[in-house]
């Protein structure tokens, strides 16, 4: 198997991303929002008034949101 870090695809030849820093930061705080809404508005048309449900389908939502924002960042990194 050969040893030259030349080769194409290597990972220190990869071009960085066209993408700012900044903008990538905010897609996952994004994502965590928009998705924790929905979360919300469909926890409150299942289950209107318990409100410890409307907490957990929000705190769930967001933290999908999250782990999604994280992956689309980590791809548009890499790219």
């Known amino acids: 198997m050969p ?3 030349k ?12 993408i ?3 903008q990538r930061t905010k897609g ?3 994502w965590a929002i928009l998705i924790g809404l ?3 508005i469909l926890t409150y048309f299942s289950a ?7 907490i957990a389908g929000t705190l769930i939502g967001g933290i ?3 782990i999604i924002g994280m ?9």
């Open 3 to 5: 040893e030259s870090r």
């Open 7 to 18: 080769r194409p695809g290597h990972h220190e030849h990869q071009k960085p991303s066209n």
């Open 20 to 22: 700012p820093s900044s």
């Open 28 to 30: 996952r705080i994004t």
């Open 38 to 40: 929905f979360g919300l």
């Open 48 to 54: 209107s008034d318990n409100y410890l449900l409307l």
């Open 64 to 66: 999908i949101g999250y």
């Open 71 to 79: 992956r689309m960042e980590k791809d548009v990194s890499h790219k």
